[in-house]
């Protein structure tokens, strides 16, 4: 059982930066792949970034790629998301997730609560 909750969402300027946390408790996630989604109203949960289990490794779609960045920390059962440069359409809720590979949400077995970013133009 892994419990995950996210942490740092808020209201940003277009052009402004957030900082978004995952605190993972229960079982350790060091051997888990976890990975950042978003999802806004009316449109389906898409992946905005992964990393490996080992971190050697991260992805990035197109649509985020060069502003946002993906983090952890396995010792600690942290992960992170640095978003720079953030756009209006970066307007979501962001959920948390361990367990998956690749950008299929149903890959994934454990999700966190989500925390709402909102960013104004």
């Known amino acids: 059982q892994v419990q995950l909750v996210e942490s740092g969402g808020g209201l940003a300027q277009a052009g402004g930066s957030l900082t978004l946390s995952c605190a993972a408790s229960g079982r350790t996630v060091t051997t888990l792949n976890m990975g950042w989604f978003r999802q806004a109203p009316g449109k389906e949960r898409e992946l905005v970034a992964s990393i490996r289990w080992s971190g050697a490794s991260t992805y990035y779609p197109d649509s985020v790629k060069g502003r946002f960045t993906i983090s952890r920390d396995s010792a600690n059962n942290l992960m992170y998301l640095q978003m720079n440069s953030l756009k209006p359409e970066d307007t979501a809720v962001y959920y948390c997730?361990?367990?998956?590979?690749?950008?299929?949400?149903?890959?994934?077995?454990?999700w966190g609560q989500g925390t709402q970013v909102t960013v104004s133009s």
């Open positions: 997730a361990a367990g998956g590979l690749g950008g299929d949400s149903h890959d994934y077995n454990y």
